[in-house]
C-alpha cells in the first residue's frame, strides 16, 4: 500500500523559515517524481515544485511565484522529499500536499499545515 | 504560464442528472490534461489522466474527453458521494498549472 506522510509544518513568524518532510513506504520511490501542491484555505490547488528521479538527473522545477525561496531536495535512501520555504509571508500559509507522479498526481498525502503570522 | 480555465466555478445539480465540467488552456497542450476531486477535508483524488485514460478504483460514470485547448470531465448520472469540487491540471509544461475548480453542489 502506497503510503505519503509529510510532517513539519506549525506557526511560522513572517520572515522565518520552515522545512517540510515527506516519507513515503509502499513502492519504489526511484521511480517516481515527487511534488509538493499547496492550498490556501479556501482556495484551489497551487503547485509548488518537483523533484525528478536519477534518470532525470534529480532536475528540479519550481513555480515561478515561489522560486528563489523554496528548494526541493530528495533522499532516496529514506524514500523522503523534502521542501525548504523561506522568507515565510502570510500568502503562504496553506496545507501542503506531498504527492507522486510521473506525470499525473496519483497518491498524495493528508497534507500539512503552515500558519505564517506573528 | 500554461492558464486553464474551469467553467462553470459552481455547478447545482439534482442526484442522477448527468453534468459536463469545462476546462480550457490558454495554449494548445495535446491531452496533457489531468482531473482530480477533491471532498470537503481530504486530499485530492486523480480521476482521469491524459485527458481520457480511466483510473483504476474510480467508478465508470466519471469519463474525459478533449484535446488542443477544450477538455470536458463527464460524470454520468451524479451520485451524492459526487458532490466535491473538481479541478484540471496540465502537464504539458513543467511548469504545471492547476485550474480554478468546479464545485458540484446539491440543488
Known amino acids: 500500500e502506497v503510503q505519503i506522510l509529510e510532517t513539519g509544518g506549525g506557526l511560522v513568524k513572517p520572515g522565518g523559515s520552515l522545512r517540510l518532510s515527506c516519507a513515503t513506504s509502499g513502492f519504489n520511490f526511484n521511480d517516481y517524481f515527487m511534488n509538493w501542491v499547496r492550498q490556501a484555505p479556501g482556495k484551489g490547488l497551487e503547485w509548488v515544485a518537483q523533484i525528478r528521479n536519477k534518470n532525470y538527473n534529480y532536475a528540479t522545477y519550481y513555480a515561478e511565484s515561489l522560486e528563489g525561496r523554496v528548494t526541493i531536495s530528495r533522499d532516496d535512501s529514506k524514500s523522503s522529499v523534502y521542501l525548504q520555504v523561506s522568507s515565510l509571508r502570510a500568502e503562504d500559509t496553506a496545507i501542503y500536499y506531498c504527492t507522486r507522479s510521473r506525470v499525473s498526481f496519483d497518491y498524495w498525502g493528508q497534507g500539512v499545515m503552515v500558519t505564517v503570522s506573528s | 504560464n500554461i492558464v486553464l480555465t474551469q467553467s462553470p466555478a459552481t455547478l447545482s445539480v439534482t442526484p442522477g442528472e448527468s453534468v459536463s465540467l469545462s476546462c480550457r488552456a490558454s495554449?494548445?497542450?495535446?491531452?496533457?490534461i489531468h482531473w482530480y476531486q477533491q471532498k470537503s477535508n481530504e486530499s485530492p483524488r486523480l480521476l482521469i489522466k491524459y485527458a481520457s485514460q480511466s483510473i483504476s478504483g474510480i467508478p465508470s460514470r466519471f469519463s474525459g474527453s478533449g484535446s488542443g485547448t477544450d477538455f470536458t470531465l463527464s460524470i454520468n448520472r451524479v451520485e451524492s458521494e459526487d458532490f466535491s469540487i473538481y479541478y484540471c491540471?496540465?502537464?504539458?509544461?513543467?511548469?504545471?498549472?492547476f485550474g480554478a475548480g468546479t464545485k458540484l453542489e446539491l440543488k
Open positions: 491540471q496540465q502537464s504539458y509544461s513543467s511548469l504545471y498549472t
Open positions: 495554449q494548445s497542450i495535446s491531452t496533457s
